[in-house]
C-alpha cells in the first residue's frame, strides 16, 4: 500500500501509544513522516521502528501548546521534508480532578495541548494545503467530550475540538482539504494505564470492566484508531469531511 507516496504527514504525540500506531500507519501508507513529541529524544523509538521497516521518518521536538517551537517545527519539517500534506493533532494530557479540585493550571494545560495545540498546528499546516490544494487533517477526540466525571477541562477540549473539526472543515473544504475527527474511546495506552495507577485501580480489573460493557468485548489498540485516521487520508474517504467518527468499539449518545 502506497497511496501516501510523496506526502508528508506530522503527527503529534507521536512518540508512544495512538500517536506511533498512526505515524508507522501512514508510513506504511507511503507517507514521509514527522514523528512530533514535546522532546525529540522521546521519538526515537517511534522514528527507528519506521526507519527500520523501510518507512521514511523525521524526529521533531514541539510543545503543541506553544506557538513559536510550531512555528519552528514546521519550519523544519517544510524544510527537510518539502511539505505539510497531512495533519494529525494527537498530542494529549490528562489532569483529572473533580471540578471543585480542578486547579487553573490543570485547565490550562489540557485546553493548552489539546485546543491551543491544535488550533496552532491547524493554522500553520494551512499554509502549504492551500498552496497545494490537497489537504488533510485529523483530530484526536473522544468518548469523553460527550461528559466524564472528572475530566471538565478533557471533555471541554474534546467536545471543542468536534466544533473545531466542523469549523474547519466548512473553511478549508473549498481548497480540498478534508478535515475530520476520531474519537476513541477505551484504548489500551501509557494513558489509560496511568488513570488506572492513579486512582489506585488495577488496569487488569479495568480492563476486563470495559470488556465486558463494550459491545465489541474488547478494549481497544491504538491500531484499531490508527487505522481509521489513515482510512480519513486516503482518497477513498475524499468525499468525507467534518465528521467524528467514534472508534469505541460500539455506537455513543
Ligand atoms: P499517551 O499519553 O500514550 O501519548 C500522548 C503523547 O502526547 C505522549 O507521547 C506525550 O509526550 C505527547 N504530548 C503530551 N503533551 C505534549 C505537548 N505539549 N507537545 C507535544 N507532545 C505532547 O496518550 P494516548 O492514549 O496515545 O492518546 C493519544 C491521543 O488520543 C490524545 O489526544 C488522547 O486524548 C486521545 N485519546 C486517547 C484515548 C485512550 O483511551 N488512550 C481515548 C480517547 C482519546
Known sequence: ?????????????????????????????????????????????????????????????????????????????????????????????????????????????????????????????????????????????STSALGNRGQANYSAAKAGLQGFTRTLAIELGPFNINVNAVAPGFIDTAMTRATAARIGVDFTEVKKGIEHEVPLRRAGRPEDVANVVSALCSEDTSYVTGQVVYVAGGPQS
Open 1 to 141: 500500500m502506497s497511496h501516501l507516496a510523496g506526502k508528508v504527514a506530522v503527527v503529534t504525540g507521536a512518540a508512544r501509544g495512538i500517536g506511533a500506531s498512526t505515524a508507522a500507519r501512514l508510513a506504511r501508507d507511503g507517507a514521509t513522516v514527522a514523528v512530533v513529541d514535546v522532546d525529540e529524544a522521546l521519538t526515537k523509538e517511534t522514528v527507528a521502528a519506521i526507519v527500520g521497516t523501510g518507512g521514511e521518518a523525521i524526529g521533531v521536538g514541539c510543545d503543541v501548546s506553544d506557538e513559536a517551537d510550531v512555528a519552528a517545527a514546521a519550519q523544519r519539517i517544510i524544510t527537510e521534508a518539502g511539505s505539510i500534506d497531512i495533519l494529525v493533532n494527537n498530542a494529549g494530557v490528562l489532569r483529572d480532578n473533580l471540578l471543585f479540585k480542578m486547579s487553573l493550571s490543570d485547565w490550562d494545560t489540557v485546553l493548552g495541548v489539546h485546543l491551543r495545540g491544535s488550533f496552532l498546528w491547524a493554522r500553520k499546516a494551512q499554509e502549504t494545503m492551500v498552496a497545494n490544494r490537497w489537504g488533510k487533517i485529523v483530530n484526536l477526540s
